[in-house]
């Protein structure tokens, strides 16, 4: 058995073996407002329940290894003492993924990830609409571990409002862990999914995904699209060119016949079908054309 002293250790190497040691971890999707009321949202895996009576859940903004900086999310539950909790399923997982972009301060990341904005009713963070449960809280204290990169906040959490999808429970009223299909986080780009095993997604740290704002209207609206199939298109670096689309177009006689018939559901759903193929550009192309 190998054997390991934390000291002898870079963070970076550390943080490794406790993710990939420490897991499945379920995820908190955390919503916050600055002291202004600009919303802000990202995702945050050192996270759990701690108490039932009171209603206890605790997450961790850490500080960034690579350059010791805070999460916004962090300065906005110091200023404002709030915060709401979303639950993370399957269903909306690559647009949680997306939210972890370093977007700059006063980017709406409910915009950039496609998630929609519900008012809460006993706090001022949103609710993300696409959680199937959602915990308003209010902030009892913060507790920092320290000043270097990687140590982290803990921020506890006193429920005051839970609101829960009615879909996901049972005959009885309790949640069915079947329909609630959760998802958890592993070490690196790894993910879990309730009865299902684990799957990859592309982790958005590197880069600034276009964000889900960007992809046209009618392509959003024709139902074609799933919020994880919104989720991979948002996390593109940049859009393909005028010219590249057309040049896929010219370069393939059956897209070019495709864009001839006019029928959008039909281009989404051929668009659709290479994010299945997990060929982003080629989908973005589709979408694109005229």
């Known amino acids: 058995m190998k054997t390991i002293d934390p000291k002898d250790l870079s963070t970076v190497e550390l943080q490794g073996y406790l993710q990939g040691a420490v897991s499945p971890r379920p995820i908190a999707l955390a919503s916050t407002v600055d002291a202004d009321g600009n919303p802000n949202l990202s995702p945050f895996s050192f996270f759990n329940i701690f108490s039932s009576n009171p209603p206890i859940l605790i997450f961790s903004p850490a ?100 609101h829960v999808d009615e879909n996901i429970l049972n005959e009885k009223g309790a949640i069915d862990q079947h329909k609630i299909d959760l998802v958890s986080r592993m070490g690196g780009n790894w993910y879990s999914r309730a009865n299902m095993g684990m799957f990859e997604v592309e982790k958005p740290l590197v880069t600034l995904g276009v964000g889900v704002d960007v992809i046209p209207e009618d392509a959003k609206q024709s139902g074609v699209f799933s919020g994880n199939d919104l989720g991979i298109l948002g996390n593109v670096e940049q859009l393909p060119t005028a010219e590249e689309v057309e040049d896929f177009v010219n370069s393939d006689a059956a897209v070019k016949e495709l864009m001839q018939e006019g029928d959008a559901v039909k281009k989404f759903k051929k668009a659709k079908k290479y994010l299945e193929e997990n060929n982003v550009t080629l989908a973005w192309n589709i979408i694109l054309a005229k």
Do not use: W
């Open 63 to 162: 500080r960034r290894v690579r350059d010791n900086t805070a999460k916004h999310t962090l300065f906005n539950v110091l200023a404002t003492r709030q915060v709401v909790i979303n639950v993370v399923n399957y269903d909306m997982v690559q647009q949680t993924s997306l939210s972890s972009t370093e977007y700059a301060d006063g980017i709406n990341e409910f915009e950039k990830s496609g998630f929609t904005m519900l008012p809460s009713d006993e706090v001022r963070p949103y609710r993300v609409a696409e959680s199937p449960v959602q915990f308003e809280c209010v902030v009892n204290e913060v507790i920092g571990l320290g000043d270097e990169g990687g140590a982290g906040n803990l921020v506890i959490c006193e429920v005051v409002k839970i």
